[in-house]
């Protein structure tokens, strides 16, 4: 029987399926690690980019923070936080947040810096509060860039979250961690098929969050930006025949 043949085997046993080993066990470990890292991370992030950007103070600070925050490696802070707080969900939990905050800090400071200047001088030559100026210009322009930078953290985090299962936490990096120890290249196989499902299903739906939060002018604009295929030929050239 061929490799990808015993993989399927291994998909089809309902074994798998069922349990607190099973698929939906391990898939809503992984999921709800995942998902409380990225929002914690968002709660922590976004105001903070937001406000850096909209007062155009401190971003340089904030810029070189966060690329030193990804410069250090996952699992090194894993194992690190490890040492200091031991086995279970708490250093898999600080890992994923630590991952995930630099990308969402650079891109609300990019996002909300991004905004055309002329929009914002426009609102407050109106009389338009400073707050008001943030929820009603900044933010609403700066939506694509901001969420650009959600897309990227949650999508780290679900792939990274596979390293939670090396400090004693469930998740489908298990099938992964358990199938290396047990020489099983099958569940190995089987667990990465898994988290690379999931890592794409993450990025579809935020994509789709994305979309839909940002407003249909924008998206409008940035579709009639777009060259259309043979409409922007300079005047007098004449199609080849």
Not at 109 to 117: F, N
Not at 145 to 159: D, E, H
Not at 214 to 233: Q, V, Y
């Amino acid at each position: 029987m061929s490799f990808l043949a015993r993989v399927a085997g291994w998909f089809l046993d309902p074994a798998h399926w069922q349990g607190s080993n099973g698929v939906p066990t391990r898939l809503e470990e992984h999921v709800l690690m995942s998902l409380a890292a990225t929002a914690a991370a968002a709660a922590v992030a976004l105001p903070v980019g937001v406000w850096l950007g909209h007062t155009g103070r401190g971003g340089l600070w904030a810029i070189n923070v966060s690329n030193v925050g990804r410069a250090i490696p996952s699992f090194a802070l894993l194992v690190l936080l490890l040492l200091v707080l031991g086995l279970g969900a708490a250093p898999a939990f600080v890992t994923l947040l630590a991952l995930a905050i630099p990308p969402m800090v650079t891109n609300a400071y990019v996002g909300i810096r991004g905004v055309d200047r002329g929009l914002v001088d426009a609102a407050r030559g109106l009389g338009m509060p400073d707050h008001l100026v943030l929820l009603r210009v900044e933010l609403p322009n700066a939506v694509p860039v901001l969420m650009a930078g959600v897309r990227t953290a949650g999508v780290q985090v679900v792939a990274t979250a596979t390293l939670a299962a090396l400090v004693a936490w469930g998740g489908l990096g298990r099938y992964i961690v358990d199938g290396l120890s047990q020489l099983d290249y099958v569940q190995v196989f089987a667990g990465a098929v898994l988290v690379a499902a999931l890592a794409g299903a993450t990025e579809l739906t935020l994509a789709a969050l994305q979309r839909a939060l940002t407003p249909a002018g924008l998206r409008r604009s940035r579709r009639a930006s777009r060259p259309r295929r043979g409409r922007d030929r300079p005047a007098g050239a004449e199609t080849a025949r």
